[in-house]
């Protein structure tokens, strides 16, 4: 019976998550500061969002710096940090007025209080949204988020308000940043490292992978429409056997 039922598998990605990575390398093959290469990495952010509706992509989660990224510089974290709290600036009223719905997951705790303050207004001010879900990865770590939640559950037991026989996978993704996305059914990396740093680790167990050698700041939204529309073409089991 279900053999007869017509082939309803999504031909495009509903959530891509995209690692932008390139921007210090970019800058290098000008001769430029690596802050350089991440304002106009920034730039192309803009681009790739708006390009989301036309393909059909509802949710976009970008990796915009990690829990490890503290290891850089001063010059180099001070400065990203500093474009991130521009980038809100700048972009907001758009995001809002395009339909945007913006959240941020990672561990703000770490972050200074007003960049937080800026986040916090941002997913308000856009909190009616629906026409694409742009989830922006700041201080974000797939271990960190992973013990975070472990710890909150942890909490929960303790207070006697969930008991260990009571915890499952879905129990455990409720207490993730992400607790309200689908995971991503593909993830795509810029740059050419075909490793996933950290990123996503619990929810991209069955993502599929597009590794590009673009750098991040050239990779424009005929490229990112390329390798969605690729996506038509995998044959996605999640371990079970198609008859
Ligand atoms: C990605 O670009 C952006 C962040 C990690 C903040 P990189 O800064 O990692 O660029 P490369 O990998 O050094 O070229
Ligand atoms: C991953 O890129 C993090 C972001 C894109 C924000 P990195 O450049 O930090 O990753 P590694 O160090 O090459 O693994
Ligand atoms: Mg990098």
């Known amino acids: 019976m279900a053999r007869d039922l017509p082939d309803t598998t999504p031909k495009n990605p509903r959530h891509v998550a995209i690692i932008m990575d390139g921007n210090g390398r970019w800058a290098q093959e000008r001769g ?3 802050l350089f290469g991440h ?18 992509v509802k949710y976009l989660t970008i990796f915009a710096f990690s829990t490890e990224n503290w ?4 010059t180099e974290v001070a400065g990203l940090m500093k474009l991130f709290r521009r980038y809100i600036t700048r972009e907001a009223q758009d995001l809002f007025r395009t339909g945007v719905r913006v959240r941020f997951i990672g561990d703000r705790v770490r972050l ?3 960049l937080v303050r800026m986040m916090d207004e941002l997913e308000l001010l856009t909190a009616g949204n629906d026409t694409c879900h742009l989830t922006i990865a700041l ?11 472990a710890k909150r559950l942890a909490y929960e037991i303790e207070c006697g308000r969930l008991t260990h026989k009571e915890v499952d996978a879905e129990t455990l993704a409720r207490f993730l940043d992400t607790h309200v996305l689908p995971d991503p059914d593909l993830v795509i990396r810029t740059s050419g490292e075909a490793r996933i740093s950290n990123f996503l680790l619990w929810q991209s167990a069955y993502s599929e992978y597009e590794f590009i050698d673009t750098l991040w700041p050239d990779f424009t939204k005929d490229i ?8 038509a073409t995998r044959d996605r089991r999640f371990g079970a056997v198609k008859v």
């Open 32 to 34: 430029r500061p690596r």
């Open 71 to 74: 290891k850089r510089t001063q």
């Open 112 to 114: 200074d209080e007003k």
């Open 224 to 231: 990112f429409a390329e390798v969605v529309q690729s996506y």
């Open 139 to 149: 201080n974000y770590g797939g271990r960190d988020e992973l013990t975070r939640a």
């Open 39 to 56: 304002h106009a990495g920034a730039r192309r952010v803009r681009e790739i969002v708006s390009a989301c509706p036309d393909l059909g």
